[in-house]
C-alpha cells in the first residue's frame, strides 16, 4: 500500500473550516483514499473515503486532486468535539483487509 | 447497543501471568481484527479475521493467540505476558464490500507491571 504523509499538527479556529491535507504521491489506480480519526482515549471512527471523485457526507468532504497524488479533508465548521488525531490511509482495492494506520495530523480546535 | 464490545477495558496484571480480552460485534460482519496501539500512539494491524478463518497474522509473537468461535467475536488470549505487551488493545470489524469501512471497539488498555 502507498505511504501517505501527513502534517503532524494542526490547529483551526472553532466555527471555522479544518482543511487536513495529506500526500499520497505513490498511489496506485486501484488505491482508495480513507479518513479516520482518534478522539482521546477512543477507539478510531471511520470518517470518510474516496477513489478519484470529490466526496461529501455528513461528517466532511474528500479532496482529492486529478493526479490523486494529494487530498484534504475538510471540516466545513469545526467544533471543539473535533479534537482529535485525523489518519488519511491509502487502501488498496485488491488488500482491502488491511488497513495500516499512519502517524496522522493532531488537529487541536480552539474556542 | 454498541456495535463493537471489548471487554475489559482496564487490565493490569503482572509479568508472566496469561490474559485474555474479549470483543463481540452486533454488526453481522465477516472479518474482524486486533490492533495495538502503543504508548507512542502508533496503532499497528495484529491480526484479522474472516469468518473465523485467520488471514492476517502480522508478526506478533505466539504468546498472542486470537480465537473466533464464531464470526461475532474475536477474543485475544496472551500468555506469559511481559512488560512491553502494554498498550491499548483495538478490537475492529469490517463493513460489507471491498470498500467496507472499520468500526472500531473502544479498546482495552492492558498494563503489565
Known amino acids: 500500500d502507498a505511504k501517505t504523509t501527513q502534517p503532524p499538527s494542526m490547529d483551526c479556529a472553532e466555527g471555522r473550516a479544518a482543511n487536513l491535507p495529506c500526500n499520497h504521491s505513490?498511489?496506485?489506480?486501484?488505491?482508495?483514499v480513507y479518513w479516520y480519526r482518534q478522539i482521546h482515549s477512543q477507539g478510531p471512527q471511520y470518517i470518510i473515503h474516496g477513489l478519484k471523485n470529490n466526496e461529501t457526507n455528513e461528517m466532511a468532504s474528500l479532496i482529492i486532486t486529478e493526479d490523486r497524488k494529494s487530498s484534504t479533508l475538510i471540516l466545513p465548521h469545526a467544533t471543539l468535539r473535533d479534537t482529535a488525531v485525523y489518519y488519511c490511509?491509502?487502501?488498496?482495492?485488491?488488500?482491502?483487509?488491511?488497513?495500516?494506520f499512519g502517524t496522522g495530523t493532531r488537529l487541536q480546535v480552539f474556542p | 447497543d454498541t456495535a463493537v464490545s471489548q471487554t475489559p477495558k482496564y487490565l493490569v496484571t503482572q509479568m508472566g501471568n496469561d490474559k485474555s480480552i474479549k470483543c463481540e460485534q452486533n454488526?453481522?460482519?465477516?472479518?474482524m481484527y486486533w490492533y495495538k496501539q502503543d504508548s507512542k500512539k502508533f496503532l499497528k494491524i495484529m491480526f484479522s479475521y474472516n469468518n473465523k478463518e485467520l488471514i492476517i497474522n502480522e508478526t506478533v509473537p505466539n504468546r498472542f493467540s486470537p480465537k473466533s468461535p464464531d464470526k461475532a467475536h474475536l477474543n485475544l488470549h496472551i500468555n506469559s505476558l511481559e512488560l512491553g505487551d502494554s498498550a491499548v488493545y483495538f478490537c475492529?470489524?469490517?463493513?460489507?464490500?471491498?470498500?467496507?469501512?472499520?468500526?472500531f471497539g473502544e479498546g482495552s488498555r492492558l498494563t503489565v507491571l
Open positions: 454488526l453481522g460482519h465477516d472479518t
Open positions: 505513490t498511489i496506485s489506480g486501484n488505491e482508495y
Open positions: 490511509i491509502v487502501r488498496s482495492l485488491y488488500n482491502t483487509d488491511k488497513l495500516i
Open positions: 475492529a470489524s469490517k463493513g460489507q464490500g471491498a470498500t467496507g469501512e472499520l468500526f
